[in-house]
C-alpha cells in the first residue's frame, strides 16, 4: 500500500469516527498539544514564520507577535493548547484554543496570544492567558481553519455562549519600519504547521 494512500485511509477512518477533522503538519500527520510547531506561510514570498516583536522601538516587553521578515527564518516554536482537551491531544480544526510561545515569555509570563487594540487595529499580542474559558478570557481563544491548501487562524471564540465577539481572520500587515503585525483583518495569511525540533 503506498504512504499517501494510507494516510487518506486513516484520515477519514479518524474523521468519521469522531465526526471532527485533526489539523495535519507539512508531513501529514496530526498536529498534537503536547508537541511544538513552528507556525509559516503557505505562500513563498509572505514572510517568514511567526515570532514576539516590539510595538515600539526599543520595547523588550510587552510584545506582540509578528512574522519574520526573512521567509527562510521559522520564526519560535508554539504549543496549542485546546479548550476541550482529549486523550491523544488531537488538534482539530474550528474548535477553540489558545496558542502559546513554548519556548519564550514577556513580562516574565508565557507568552500566550491575544487580541488587542491598538491605534484602532485589532492586533494579536503575547499578553493572553492560558485556559480558563469563558467571557474573562475570550480575547485568548483562536482556532484553525482548512483555508484552501493550507491552513488560516481565525479569531472567533466559541467558549462563552452569551459573548458576541467580532469574528475575523489572522492576517499580516507591513508597517512603516518594515515589521510584519499579526492583526484582525479579512485577508488571511495561509499558513502551514512544522513540527519543531
Not at 506561510?41 to 509572505?46: D, N, T, Y
Not at 478570557?137 to 471564540?157: A, H, L, M, Q, R
Amino acid at each position: 500500500m503506498n504512504t499517501p494512500f494510507f494516510i487518506f485511509i486513516v484520515f477519514s477512518t479518524f474523521s468519521l469516527s469522531t465526526g471532527q477533522t485533526p489539523v495535519l503538519d507539512i508531513a501529514g500527520s496530526v498536529v498534537r498539544s503536547s508537541l511544538r510547531y513552528y507556525i509559516v506561510p503557505a505562500i513563498r514570498g509572505s514572510g517568514g514564520g511567526v515570532k514576539l516583536a516590539p510595538t515600539t522601538i526599543n520595547q523588550t516587553c510587552p510584545l506582540d507577535v509578528a512574522q519574520e521578515n526573512n521567509e527562510l527564518l521559522d520564526g519560535l516554536p508554539l504549543k496549542f493548547v485546546p479548550a476541550n482537551t482529549n486523550k491523544d491531544g488531537t488538534i482539530f480544526e474550528s474548535t477553540d484554543l489558545n496558542i502559546k510561545f513554548s519556548d519564550a515569555t514577556t513580562c516574565g509570563r508565557p507568552a500566550v496570544w491575544r487580541v488587542e487594540d491598538s491605534g484602532g487595529q485589532r492586533v494579536v499580542s503575547s499578553r493572553g492567558v492560558v485556559g480558563n474559558p469563558g467571557r474573562e478570557t475570550i480575547s485568548n481563544w483562536f482556532k484553525i481553519e482548512k483555508y484552501e491548501d493550507g491552513y488560516k487562524v481565525v479569531f472567533c471564540p466559541s467558549v462563552c455562549n452569551s459573548c458576541r465577539p467580532a469574528c475575523a481572520d489572522i492576517g499580516s500587515t507591513i508597517a512603516k519600519n518594515g515589521r510584519r503585525s499579526l492583526v484582525l483583518n479579512n485577508v488571511p495569511l495561509k499558513v502551514v504547521f512544522k513540527k519543531a525540533n
